[in-house]
């Protein structure tokens, strides 16, 4: 089994040039729920209409496998968008390669509203991770909204001798190497939490892949990995089972769903980190298209069943505008550069 280290893992080989940046470059995503409040409301043009109403199902593509958090919000978007658009809506999960094997079908596709794609944070951190792309990230899709963000959480066996961050920055230190890490996806931005994790504490964690969440999450609970980085939506039920342990939240906040779990930022000064998720389509999309299928989505996620049901999981339900998604996105790829580029992490 391949394992990928942290190269530098001391502090004191930390250039302090790039510490500095890194940090900065590290927030969680800022002032989305600002983008998400001036969501406009516009009619559905009948032209959008007849455009989208082509006799063929509107396709939601995941490029993760059944069940994880991208999955999830994508089959939940599908019902809702399905009921506002009064036509099929149905999700095909295309795991594989951080999702660029979706990703890339998607971009191939007719830019007529028929084949979408519900895309995470690893399309942004794949256009440093990976040398060569069959797509270009932002040119080859046409953002339609971001659907929601989700901090994580880190997470740890019951019987890991830890019960919080300074305890877990104490332990790894004592013994660099032993601990590990249960890494879902290669290039995920809960991998890169990890790995951010490390360098900002200057501990040895050694990071053990798995192909997806599922026997990530697995293997955290049946005790053979000590510790992962998880969405909230993954983690919760097994939490509230005494089945694991939450050590520290990434967001700024203490999150209601965890009480007593305090935010890692405040032992690692800096740290923050949280998921996004957002809807594209191919690039050249028509605009009336665009926005029949932003406004199908933000109805959807408006909906108070839906908006409780993702809070409930820890997400927080977005609805960005195209515009305001399109230039997040941009930043989005800029922001996770030097961090991919810093914790040397290779797809191969």
């Not at 939940?76 to 295309?94: C, D, F, H, K, Y």
């Not at 066996?157 to 601990?179: Q, Y």
Request: glycine share 10%; proline share 9%; aromatic share 6%.
């Amino acid at each position: 089994m391949p394992v990928f280290r942290l190269v530098p893992s001391s502090p004191s080989r930390l250039p302090s040039i790039a510490r500095r940046a890194a940090v900065r470059r590290l927030g969680a995503v800022a002032g989305l729920a600002g983008l998400a409040a001036c969501a406009l409301v516009l009619p559905l043009s009948a032209a959008a209409q007849a455009q989208l109403a082509g006799g063929k199902p509107i396709r939601i593509l995941v490029g993760a496998p059944a069940g994880g958090t991208t999955d999830t919000l994508a089959r939940t978007i599908a019902q809702e968008m399905s009921q506002e658009l009064g036509q099929p809506v149905v999700v095909e999960n295309r795991p594989g390669a951080g999702g660029n094997i979706a990703a890339d079908l998607v971009a191939k596709s007719a830019p007529d509203g028929s084949t979408l794609l519900m895309s995470f944070t690893s399309h942004t951190i794949n256009a440093t991770l990976y040398k060569k792309l069959p797509f270009d990230p932002i040119q080859d899709f046409t953002p339609i909204t971001l659907v929601a963000t989700v901090p994580s959480v880190l997470v740890a066996t019951p019987k890991l001798p830890a019960s919080n961050v300074p305890e877990l920055i104490r332990l790894a230190r004592a013994e660099p190497g032993k601990l590990n890490f249960a890494i879902g996806s290669v290039g995920s931005s809960l991998h890169m939490a990890g790995d951010m994790f490390k360098m900002m504490t200057g501990t040895y964690i050694v990071n053990i892949p798995y192909k997806g969440t599922a026997p990530a999450l697995t293997d955290v609970l049946a005790g053979q990995c000590d510790l992962m980085f998880a969405s909230t939506i993954n983690v919760l039920p097994h939490v509230r089972a005494g089945k694991l342990k939450v050590l520290g939240v990434t967001s700024p906040a203490p999150l209601p769903q965890f009480p007593g779990a305090a935010p890692i930022g405040n032992t690692v000064k800096g740290f923050e980190s949280s998921a996004w998720f957002g809807l594209f389509g191919p690039a050249g999309m028509p605009h009336e298209v665009t926005q029949a299928l932003y406004q199908a989505a933000r109805k959807g996620l408006e909906a108070p069943a839906v908006r409780k049901r993702l809070e409930n999981d820890g997400a927080q339900p977005m609805g960005t505008p195209p515009e305001a998604f399109a230039a997040f996105v941009k930043q989005d790829v800029k922001r996770w550069a030097a961090v991919v580029r810093y914790s040397g992490a290779s797809p191969e």
